[in-house]
């Protein structure tokens, strides 16, 4: 069965810290994993790493994938309170017409001023 | 662009009671996932649809939960009896096409809360 395994599971820092989140995965026929944002509501999408993609950033936010080691990290610099959230990794599945994402459990980032 | 429309936002019932929620998905979009995610956990799919047609109910629990996407549009998920541990966000989510990831949208879910 696939795992999604995310760490820390939560994470306490003040605003202007660096922080690193980490995602694990045992997944069979790789493609890409995914990065989400959920605050109090929807998931929304933050990034897509693939085969070929290695590293993306978006402004403060960055995000790497070791194919080799099967994990991806989300870093977060210069961190503000708008940063709160829980932040999701998963991987699609893909079976036949099946295909569908497995989501880890998240880590739940509070941001203090 | 509307995006995915849930309803209700909230719910709180008994357990043995039932309840009912509604998707509507982005127009045009033909798949169609409904996922549970209970507190502290993420999401997990329930039912994906393609069309009206069910793909995966492979972690539905059958004997309480019950899913249908009739005209291939909007879906409605119900539980009946509720438990306590249905308490949770029921997730809907639409894709144009179920391949590209990238492409899922949420709607902002349905929280229950199962006495």
């Known amino acids: 069965e696939d795992k999604v395994v995310q760490s820390p599971l939560s994470l306490v820092v003040h605003e202007g810290d660096t922080v690193t989140l980490n995602c694990s995965y045992e997944v069979t026929n790789f493609r890409s994993l995914l990065w989400y944002k959920q605050e109090k509501k929807a998931p929304t999408f933050l990034f897509m790493l693939t085969s070929s993609g290695i590293e993306k950033k978006s402004g403060r936010l960055s995000s790497i994938l070791d194919k080799k080691e099967l994990f991806s990290i989300l870093n977060i610099t210069a961190t503000q309170t708008g940063d709160s959230a829980v932040y999701l990794c998963a991987v699609p599945y893909s079976g036949g017409s099946n295909y569908k994402l497995t989501f880890g459990k998240g880590t739940l980032l509070t941001v203090n001023p | 662009e509307a995006g995915v429309a849930q309803s209700p936002r909230y719910k709180i019932i008994e357990k043995r009671q039932s309840v009912a929620f509604w998707c509507n998905p982005i127009s045009g979009h033909a798949t169609l996932y409904w996922y549970q995610q209970i507190l502290g956990q993420g999401p997990k799919l329930l039912i994906q649809?393609?069309?009206?047609?069910?793909?995966?109910d492979s972690q539905l629990p059958k004997d309480r939960f019950s899913a249908e996407r009739l005209k291939g549009v909007d879906s409605t998920l119900k539980i009946q009896p509720a438990k306590l541990e249905d308490s949770a966000v029921y997730l809907c989510?639409?894709?144009?096409?179920?391949?590209?990831?990238?492409?899922?949208?949420f709607g902002e879910g349905s929280r229950l809360t199962v006495l």
């Open positions: 989510a639409s894709s144009l096409d179920p391949r590209l990831a990238r492409e899922l949208f």
């Open positions: 649809f393609q069309n009206n047609g069910v793909v995966d």
